[in-house]
């Protein structure tokens, strides 16, 4: 029997088990077809980017239907926005979800058990657990990225000076212990205190790791670098 989690909590605990046979879906490119006059077949734009994609999941109840069901949907409507999903079909990833639908209930005899729907929009990205593990760097080291797709990091710096992510420069100007950047969010901060305004980035943009190798150097007082790379897969 397969099982979900999400928002902390796993299908099991309510008694549902899935289906995961729908959730090899993979998200699409956002594009945009020009039509030009005179001209044969159309232009194609991309807008750099994916769209999300809806991911059901068909679950079952096999006792205490109205119970288990009643708690579990309860669950998955009690905190709207994303969360992490998990589904044992697919154990070395995870996605950031919104719980989306669900379909009435299919019944059996005397409404003991039952089967229904799910759906979650999920963003286009099937987040590596290994791309959870934190790396610490030491200078002119080197960090690879498996995948096909830029990872956006997070990045914690003790010391002040200039990091280099690759040729991507970070300069951190004040550091009450350690900063952390987050190159997705696109913040800097210490505990809950916003460090934006002690750090500057080349061009404005927060750095990335490509795929292959990627060369950290760093000078200054900066003594320590950690990094939580953030793989991806589509």
């Known amino acids: 029997m397969h099982l979900l989690t999400y928002n902390g909590k796993a299908s099991s605990d309510f008694g ?3 289906s ?15 039509k030009i006059p005179g001209r044969n077949g159309e232009l194609i734009l991309t807008n750099k980017r994916y769209n999300n994609v809806d991911i059901p999941y068909q679950c079952g109840i096999i006792r205490n239907f109205d119970v ?5 949907i ?16 697919h154990p070395t990833v995870y996605r950031m979800a919104v719980f989306e639908a669900e379909t009435a209930p299919d019944m059996t005899a005397l409404n003991a058990q039952g089967t229904f729907t799910i759906t979650f929009s999920c963003k286009p990205q099937m987040y590596l657990k290994s791309g959870e593990l934190k790396q610490e760097i030491v200078n002119g080291g080197v960090i690879y990225n498996p995948t096909r797709h830029d990872a956006r990091p997070l990045i914690r710096v003790y010391g ?4 280099y992510i690759g040729d991507q420069l970070i300069r951190i100007t004040e550091c009450n ?29 927060f750095p990335s790791l490509p795929p292959g190798r990627t060369t950290i150097t760093y000078n200054g007082s900066i003594y320590r670098v950690e990094i939580t790379p953030r793989w991806w897969m589509l």
């Open 74 to 89: 309860n669950h998955l409507l009690s905190d709207p926005g994303y969360h992490r999903l998990e589904d044992s079909y």
């Open 177 to 205: 212990s350690h900063t952390d950047i987050d190159c997705e969010l696109q913040e800097a901060y210490k505990d809950t205190v916003n460090c934006n305004d002690k750090i500057e980035l080349e061009d404005d943009d």
């Open 160 to 163: 002040t000076g200039e990091l």
């Open 68 to 72: 288990n069901y009643t708690g579990f």
């Open 16 to 18: 549902v088990v899935i």
């Open 20 to 34: 995961g046979q729908d959730t090899w879906k993979k998200a699409s490119p956002d594009l945009e077809r020009v």
